[in-house]
């Protein structure tokens, strides 16, 4: 009969996080402004998603969550999913004891109140923190691709200049070389800042600040000197040809990392393997000596 309490705690305080969630004031996304109405004028079982999204993104943008902008941006989740796994996290840490619970009830082992509350609120503490640890690790390696990406953007704008373009046509004309979701992300910035009647380095430096990704600065930086092309495009190669270093100095320090760690399971095996291996011998010998 423990469960009973515990279920209803559990669902009045989802409640009561929506209700405080929903009543605090936040500034609306514009794309959550434009899109919803479209959304719900349009097929009958559009309306409430469109409902649950802008809830959820109110959610997300309130101090309880307090989304991490910038590491949605890399890892590709909106803020409306981010808020929907963290609830859906919580839900389903604080379930698991409450359904153990049950379960020990019906097959009559009786536990006391503190113990399964205990459990529930700490699976649900795991359960709402879980989230972003992934996005974290996603964010990540995203952020090491993007590097990557910026690498290899610098030298073809380098390599651009020096065939006679000028800056913004060499930025544009690097960007479209790839068709993975970074390439087009920056080849978006681009033409935000030319639609906005920027310099097309503006939407990179812009870009930078959405996605924590401060080399993407360097170009715009370089841009901005007001140099010859030859000038930028020795610059850029440069830039790259430091990066390039740098990423891959990383890279060793991770390989060596995960080589220390391989030491200790690499020792037990073989020690593992000499104690099957001198095993039958020394079992002769001490039957012998007994």
Do not use: C
């Amino acid at each position: 009969m423990a469960v009973l309490p515990l279920a209803l705690g559990a669902l009045l305080g989802w409640g009561l996080t929506l209700l405080v969630a929903g009543l605090v004031p936040v500034h609306p996304d514009l794309r959550t402004v434009v899109h919803a109405p479209a959304a719900q004028q349009g097929a009958p079982g559009e309306g409430w998603r469109a409902r649950a999204r802008v809830h959820l993104e109110r959610l997300a943008a309130s101090s309880l969550i307090r989304a991490p902008r910038q590491r949605l941006a890399l890892a590709r989740i909106s803020p409306a999913r981010y808020a929907a796994y963290k609830l859906g996290a919580l839900v389903a840490g604080a379930a698991v004891p409450m359904l153990v619970s049950a379960v020990a009830l019906l097959t009559g082992a009786a536990l006391p109140v503190a113990v399964p509350a205990g459990f529930t609120a700490a699976s649900a503490a795991i359960g709402f923190v879980l989230p972003d640890a992934l996005i974290r690790q996603r964010a990540d390696r995203a952020k090491a691709q993007v590097r990557e990406a910026v690498t290899a953007y610098l030298t073809l704008t380098a390599l651009s200049l020096r065939a006679g373009l000028g800056l913004d046509a060499a930025l544009m004309e690097a960007a479209r070389v790839a068709d993975s979701w970074i390439w087009r992300t920056i080849h978006q910035a681009l033409d935000h800042a030319v639609l906005a009647r920027q310099p097309a380095w503006e939407g990179l430096r812009a870009l930078s600040r959405d996605l924590d990704v401060p080399e993407l600065v360097d170009v715009a930086d370089i841009a901005m000197t007001g140099s010859e092309g030859t000038a930028v495009a020795d610059a850029l190669m440069a830039r790259a040809r430091s990066l390039r270093h740098q990423i891959l100095a990383e890279q060793r320090g991770q390989a060596n990392e995960i080589n220390e760690k391989l030491v200790v399971p690499i020792a037990l095996m073989g020690l593992t393997f000499l104690a099957m291996l001198f095993y039958p011998v020394i079992s002769r010998l001490l039957d012998t000596t007994i």
